[in-house]
């Protein structure tokens, strides 16, 4: 499920994920944490994860992973979105989860330095255009009654426009 680039554990932030964590009481794999996210920094003081629980946690991710195998032919940048078509995209159909700056709200913040870094193009277009699976992220390639059909330019365009937060590298 990882694509280079891709945040080793994107999911953390799940409802499934959380629940997961109290029912098994292990502690959870990130070690740094992101700002922005209501996951706190984890494993300062037990030193993380025993190898049993490393293999929960990564037989947990891979089926939540589900489809994302392939591996990916771009480079980490290459969506070439038209920034300005984006933030009105952006305004209408993310800002509501993702606050209107990116600060985040029920969805974790993306003008965050360390999702910037970590993410590449394709870590961005893929989660749009597919969504996350028991979480409220939508799939834009579909359209639903609650999120209208996003075309593939026009994921492109929300990309560059949430690349904007991205700063200078
Ligand atoms: C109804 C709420 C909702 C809407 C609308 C929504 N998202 Fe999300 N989004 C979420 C949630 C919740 C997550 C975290 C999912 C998880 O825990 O894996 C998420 C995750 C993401 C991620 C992955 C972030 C990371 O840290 O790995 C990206 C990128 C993203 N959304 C972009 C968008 C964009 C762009 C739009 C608009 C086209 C959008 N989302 C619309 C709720 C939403």
Known sequence: MRYSGMPAFPAVAS??????RRTRSSKPPCARGR???????????????????????SAYLR????????????PPRWVAGDP???APLYAANC?????????GAE??????????RAATDTYLVETIGR??????????RAGSTTHR???????????????QWEGPR
């Open 149 to 163: 059909q996003l075309s593939e330019d026009e994921i492109h365009d929300v990309v560059a426009f949430v690349r």
């Open 15 to 20: 409802r499934d994920f959380l629940a997961w």
């Open 35 to 57: 700002p922005g996210r209501r996951m706190p920094a984890w494993g300062e003081k037990d030193g993380g994860l025993r190898p049993e629980e490393v293999r929960a946690v």
């Open 107 to 116: 969805g974790p913040a993306l003008a965050n330095p360390v999702l910037q």
């Open 84 to 86: 300005s078509r984006g």
């Open 63 to 74: 089926e939540l992973g589900g489809t994302m195998q392939e591996p990916d032919p771009h």
């Open 95 to 103: 800002a509501t989860c993702h606050g209107p700056n990116g600060e």
């Open 131 to 140: 969504g996350r699976a028991r979480t409220s992220m939508p799939p834009f």
